[in-house]
């Protein structure tokens, strides 16, 4: 059985910091496309960061350009989100993915707080 975990979450002020962690298992996940993406309050979810299973320049969405950096470790099965500089508008529940077609995964998702 295919899981995602996601770990990290909590509550932070402006201007901090927080890193997110995703592990997954049921199977290898080297050659998947892991990313984050995450959804506010009244919102859609929306793309966050994704980096391809060989490790090659990950994507960003412009929200989070030069304040967020993706990583993976395929001997672990984990990706993982180092957030730096966080605004409250980064408040959401983020959610870890695997994608390789015709497969989608999604993990249940952690909460991120930022106050102002």
């Known amino acids: 059985q295919v899981q995602l975990v996601e770990s990290g979450g909590g509550l932070v002020q402006a201007g901090g910091s927080l890193r997110l962690s995703c592990a997954a298992s049921?199977?290898?996940?080297?050659?998947?496309?892991m990313g984050w993406f995450r959804q506010a309050p009244g919102k859609e979810r929306e793309f966050v960061a994704r980096i391809r299973w060989s490790s090659g320049s990950p994507n960003y969405a412009d929200s989070v350009k030069g304040r967020f950096a993706i990583s993976r470790d395929n001997a672990k099965n984990t990706v993982n989100l180092q957030m730096n500089s966080l605004k409250p508008e980064d408040t959401a529940v983020y959610y870890c993915?695997?994608?390789?077609?015709?497969?989608?995964?999604w993990g249940q998702g952690t909460q991120v707080t930022v106050s102002s």
């Open positions: 049921g199977r290898t996940f080297s050659t998947y496309s």
């Open positions: 993915n695997a994608y390789q077609a015709p497969f989608n995964y």
